[in-house]
């Protein structure tokens, strides 16, 4: 997995809170593969990108030109609700975003970030409220985002410290995979099972 | 120092803690088709399915609702042919159990693990679906989980998790006629929003839930995920015993006796604190629905739909004036004017036997006055349904009575909501476009679907004589 170290990056506002993952792709997508050469991008937002014709809606911010590059969302509650498709995270990283800043995210969509190198980064909502309204303000303005420091640097100047588990901030930084974090555990495991199977052999 | 019924279990599988996060044991884990991502990393990275007895697999999501008794190679649709078609050789492959499209035990994953005993009392569960919150209504803890911590555990049986956070939610009184598990978990949702339970593990504790049945409990806990919650759980009673007795994977014998013991033994001691307590009073509680994009856009059948300028949160007020729009609804308006266009009652929230009942009993000897269906939550749910003659209640009264799957609650079958049209649902997301693109869907209890089927509007069942 690739590491998560720093990302200066066009960074867009997303008012609107409680944006569940059947908007980030509508379930209609996910029986597309996915592969190095086709990747989920085209599905990212799609109701919200496009009209019923296929063509962009000029309204949403994605669509508009200073956001075109857009790398870091900047949302406000819950964001990431609902659904544990983890083509929703797949549709922002092929898209190329690669951090949401929000106060709160749906607790699976925020493991899917993590397990995809993607990074979650917590700031309280009147900070992420300051940071959309300057956004706004300044189209195609970057954020600054160093995970060593879990610090968030405005268009202004001004420095914010995001939350994020320290074990989660290692994944990351190391673009570990966790299916090797828990075969590094082989011997206990097997221990375990020994030990759970034997008072309860009819979960074996 | 006593314990709740989560830290038992949670304690009972951790096998290494190192404080900020833990190795946790995953007892059971349940497959769908959408486990594709899963199953083709595994064979990429060359890994194998550890334990491949301790997954069950059914196809649910893609599985048509009409004439796939006639075989794979007949799905219409391609792109579902191809995913169930590759469903069931993954199962194979990996030798994992699989219910395949035309498997007389096929149905919805979060319907089956119940049915067949494989979800149990004490059990740490998962599933790539986030209604994996269904199964805590047995005392298990059960949680979704994303495509990649799905390989973890076919590939190593353990996930490694931070502890969440436990929030208890007492409804004690005595729920009116005509009230539900459905009404009493949107009242819950509305009550603390859809990201009250985030990184929280909810217990519903209570005479309500002590006297509700083993389905009432489910569809309460499937729906824990609406809140935002990592799962949702009951402790496990004689109810619950009675319901897992003699299914095909339920203990037996000396074994069915070792495990009673242990699973007396899981329910919250006295005394035990959670991080977080909710309260609610179940006599209070009204058929309630939903009239907004949000499960936590709820409200009882008798109120109006509110202005959103009456919402003090102000990213709120933003919310309820789109959803507003999208619903194509006015603030004022009664809720049991709001008139329906398609009616849908099934899913792993409500498409078991007890509630396919309860919306036989409302529709018996009527008819319906909008277009409708009802798809059973797994093929012996349907079984159980026509030995008892409810598919020709259902029939009679002029719904559809079709075969078990995901169906009209993801929509990802092709069973859909046109655009702009209104559905009376029984399933547990009114997000926009989840029963199809610009579909507007209102969630209710099974018997207030098929009042609403009756009389073509919103309607508070009670009032049906």
């Not at chain 2, 048509?64 to 078609?85: F, Q, S, W, Y």
Request: glycine fraction near 10%.
């Amino acid at each position: 997995m690739k590491p998560f170290i720093q990302l200066t990056a066009v960074a867009a506002p997303f008012d609107m809170a409680n944006i569940d993952t059947d908007k980030i792709i509508p379930a209609r997508f996910l029986r597309k593969l996915r592969t190095i050469e086709k990747g989920y991008d085209p599905w990212m937002f799609y109701d919200m990108r496009f009209d019923a014709d296929g063509n962009e809606k000029p309204d949403f911010i994605l669509n508009q030109t200073p956001w075109r590059n857009t790398g870091i969302i900047v949302a406000a509650e819950n964001f990431g609700c609902g659904s544990s498709r983890e083509g929703a995270v797949y549709a922002m990283l092929d898209w190329g975003i690669r951090a949401v800043i929000a106060p709160s995210f749906g607790d699976i969509h925020y493991a899917n970030e993590i397990q995809n190198g993607m990074l979650p980064a917590i700031l309280a909502e009147e900070h992420c409220a300051v940071l959309r309204a300057q956004l706004k303000a300044t189209p195609g303005a970057s954020l600054s985002i160093d995970l060593e420091t879990q610090t968030i640097t405005g268009p202004d100047g001004k420095v914010y410290r995001f939350e994020i588990e320290s074990v989660f901030k290692e994944r990351l930084l190391k673009g570990l995979d966790d299916v090797g974090l828990v075969l590094q555990e082989l011997p206990a495991i097997e221990a375990f099972e020994k030990r759970h199977f034997a008072i309860m052999p009819w979960l074996a | 120092m006593p314990q709740t019924l989560f830290e038992k279990i949670w304690s009972q599988h951790v096998i290494v803690d190192k404080g900020n996060e833990a190795l946790l044991y995953i007892d059971r884990n349940l497959v769908h088709e959408g486990a594709f991502h899963a199953f083709g990393a595994l064979a990429k990275e060359g890994r194998k399915v550890r334990k491949p007895r301790q997954s069950l697999a059914t196809a649910d999501h893609y599985v048509p609702t009409v004439g796939c008794d006639k075989g794979l190679a007949n799905v219409i649709d391609a792109d579902a042919r191809e995913m169930i078609r590759l469903f069931e050789e993954n199962g194979a492959n990996n030798g994992i159990r699989c219910f395949g499209m035309n498997d007389p035990q096929q149905g919805i994953v979060h319907v089956i693990g119940p049915e067949t005993g494989f979800t149990q009392p004490g059990i740490t569960l998962t599933c790539g679906d986030s209604h994996t919150s269904t199964h805590g209504a047995l005392g298990a803890y059960a949680f979704g989980i994303g495509a990649s911590q799905l390989k973890q555990v076919l590939a190593t049986q353990c996930l490694w998790q931070k502890k969440p956070k436990t929030l208890r939610i007492t409804v004690d009184g005595k729920l009116g006629a005509g009230v539900t598990g459905k009404d009493v978990i949107l009242a819950i949702i509305a009550k603390i929003g859809t990201a009250g339970g985030t990184g929280h593990v909810i217990e519903y504790a209570g005479t309500v839930f002590r006297t509700m049945s083993m389905e009432g409990r489910l569809t309460v806990c499937n729906m824990s995920i609406e809140a935002g919650a990592r799962a949702g759980m009951i402790a496990p009673d004689d109810t619950t015993y009675q319901y897992l007795a003699g299914r095909e994977y339920a203990p037996k014998g000396a074994q069915w006796d070792a495990a009673l013991g242990m699973w007396r033994a899981l329910p919250t001691d006295a005394g035990a604190t959670f991080d977080r307590e909710v309260t609610l009073d179940g006599g209070a509680i009204e058929p309630t629905l939903t009239w907004g994009t949000t499960p936590e856009e709820a409200l009882p059948v008798s109120a109006v739909i509110p202005d959103p300028a009456s919402f003090a949160d102000a990213n709120k007020c933003a919310h309820a004036e789109s959803a507003l729009r999208y619903m194509g609804l006015k603030p004022g308006t009664r809720l049991t004017d709001i008139e329906i266009d398609r009616v849908f009652i099934g899913t792993c929230t409500n498409g078991r036997i007890d509630d396919l009942r309860a919306a036989a009993a409302v529709l018996k000897g009527r008819k319906v006055t909008v277009q409708g269906w009802v798809s059973p939550g797994s093929t012996q749910v349907k079984r159980d349904a026509e030995a008892e003659g409810l598919h020709r209640v259902f029939e009679e009264a002029g719904l559809e009575w079709r075969a078990s799957g995901c169906s009209g609650c993801a929509a990802m079958n092709g069973d859909s909501v046109p655009a702009g049209l209104r559905s009376a649902s029984t399933s547990n997301r009114n997000f926009e476009g989840r029963q199809g693109k610009g579909a507007r869907t209102h969630l209710m209890s099974p018997a207030m679907a098929a009042a609403a089927a009756i009389t073509g509007r919103v309607t508070d069942v009670r009032t049906l004589a």
